[in-house]
């Protein structure tokens, strides 16, 4: 497992924007997967984005494609999540995920992949 530590939360308007940041400390990896997650109080943890460390690729959920743009930068172990136009409805704890594995399209959406998480950072969209 590696260390996760999110930051870059906070409280914003709608229409604003925020950039989340995840730094990998520890027994880190050259390859797999690295994800954002979030969890709305009461609801189940959802999927956001992932990007596949070594070649870049990224996905999205529906519900943030075209808003949200995950990153990283290898040198720094780093992953962002760069979040523009916010809406109430994005308000949640933001969780950064990473596992060694490289997933497909479909299995990179499922918490239960991921073996390595953050305590999470909280984002807060006032309407």
């Known amino acids: 497992q590696v260390q996760l530590v999110e930051s870059g939360g906070g409280l914003v308007q709608a229409g604003g924007s925020l950039r989340l940041s995840c730094v990998a400390s520890g027994r880190t990896f050259s390859g797999g997967t690295m994800a954002w997650f979030r969890q709305a109080p009461g609801e189940e943890r959802e999927f956001a984005a992932a990007v596949r460390w070594n070649s870049g690729s990224t996905s999205y959920a529906d519900s943030v494609r075209g808003r949200f743009t995950i990153s990283r930068d290898n040198a720094r172990n780093t992953v962002y999540l760069q979040m523009n136009s916010l809406k109430p409805e994005d308000t949640a704890v933001y969780y950064c995920?990473?596992?060694?594995?490289?997933?497909?399209?479909?299995?990179?959406?499922?918490?239960?992949?991921?073996?390595?998480w953050g305590q999470g950072t909280q984002v807060t969209v006032s309407s």
């Open positions: 995920a990473a596992d060694r594995r490289i997933f497909s399209v479909s299995e990179r959406a499922s918490p239960r992949n991921y073996d390595s």
